[in-house]
């Protein structure tokens, strides 16, 4: 079991900034990639970046340059992962989530979303 708990989103003018945390705690953490998708309505959830494994990261197109993921190790019980968004569009308006995906076998996880508006 692996519970994500988000905090961090709001309501920021385009160019502005905006750091979204995620509290990670379970078993087996390192067991698992963790990274942040968004969604808006009527469009499928799209991955926005990811560690996997010990070095590998990803970040979708659209937010290359702008967006950091990073991570406090933590313990293989409890960690936190962050998104550092800098440049913000309005079209990064969306509701973000955390996401804990297993590397091997497994169910994946979802924290409960927080929402962030780019808006003038």
């Known amino acids: 079991q692996v519970q994500l708990v988000e905090s961090g989103g709001g309501l920021v003018q385009p160019g502005g900034s905006l750091r979204l945390s995620c509290a990670a705690s379970g078993s087996a953490l390192r067991f698992y990639a963790m990274g942040w998708y968004r969604q808006v309505p009527g469009k499928r959830r799209e991955l926005v970046a990811e560690?996997?494994?010990?070095?590998?990261?990803?970040?979708?197109d659209s937010v290359k340059g702008r967006f950091t993921i990073s991570r406090d190790p933590g313990d293989n019980a409890k960690n936190t992962v962050y998104l550092q968004m800098n440049s913000l569009k309005p079209e990064d308006t969306a509701i973000y989530y955390c996401n804990a995906r297993p590397l091997t076998l497994g169910r994946a996880y979802w924290g409960q979303g927080t929402q962030v508006t780019v808006s003038s």
């Open positions: 560690f996997s494994g010990s070095n590998n990261l990803y970040y979708a």
